[in-house]
């Protein structure tokens, strides 16, 4: 079945230093994909997300890219801070409208 | 408001008990979602309602039984839980299918 492969599963960056968390989807089919920011004990947190006609986008410190003949996307943190430290989740959008997740990746900014 | 909310924000129930989670948006939004959440895992999708209408329904247990009132309220009833129900369970909405989902900060339940 459609799944998103996310890598890796802990990045730890110094702070000041970019993090850059990769995902790979697999249904060809798939047009949007979100990224969430889930802080210990929090909901998850729409903080950026690209649709399939668009190869990049940007919002302040955050990025993400999309190669859609590589299906993979890939999300980029620069000059982090220590609030940067949460799971990140990316997921992919299927033609039923239907979020298929990544396992996340634990982001730990090291003072 | 541009939030959803969740109550409660914890529960802890026996497994031969009763209850019910609530979720509220008044956004506007035609589309309302309930994800499990397990420690350390994604959220894992449960139900979609569009226009107050059960659109997925992803094999669920029939334990777990979702309702739409209207299309700023859904609730989840509970009954005759598991242990292994124990969960974070999240509500989220958006405008519709098609739009980006914004979630509430969810009911942590407990299951004994």
């Known amino acids: 079945g459609e799944n998103v492969e996310q890598h890796p599963s802990t990045l730890s960056v110094q702070e000041g230093d970019s993090a850059v968390i990769k995902c790979t989807y697999s249904?060809?089919?798939?047009?949007?994909f979100p990224w969430y920011k889930q802080e210990l004990g929090k909901r998850p947190q729409l903080i950026i997300d690209?649709?399939?006609n668009v190869g990049e986008k940007k919002d302040q410190r955050i990025a993400v890219t999309l190669n859609k003949t590589a299906k993979h996307f890939s999300l980029h943190i620069t000059e982090t801070q220590p609030e940067d430290s949460a799971v990140y989740f990316c997921?992919?959008?299927?033609?039923?409208?239907?979020?298929?997740w990544g396992a996340g990746t634990k982001l730990i900014i090291k003072p | 408001d541009t939030e959803v909310t969740q109550t409660p924000k914890h529960l802890v129930m026996g497994m031969t008990n009763k209850k019910s989670l609530k979720c509220e948006q008044h956004?506007?939004?035609?589309?309302m979602y309930w994800y499990k959440q397990k420690a350390k895992k994604p959220p894992e999708l449960m139900f979609v309602?569009?226009?107050?209408?059960?659109?997925i329904n992803e094999s669920v247990p029939s334990r777990f039984s979702p309702e739409c009132p209207n299309s700023s309220l859904l609730n989840l009833h509970l009954h005759a839980l598991q242990p292994e129900d124990s969960a974070l369970y999240l509500c989220?909405?958006?405008?519709?299918?098609?739009?980006?989902?914004?979630f509430g900060p969810g009911t942590r339940l407990t299951v004994t």
């Open positions: 690209i649709r399939s």
């Open positions: 989220a909405s958006s405008q519709r299918r098609d739009y980006e989902q914004y």
């Open positions: 997921a992919a959008r299927r033609s039923n409208y239907q979020l298929i």
């Open positions: 956004m506007g939004h035609r589309a």
């Open positions: 249904d060809s089919a798939s047009n949007y």
């Open positions: 309602y569009s226009y107050e209408k059960l659109s």
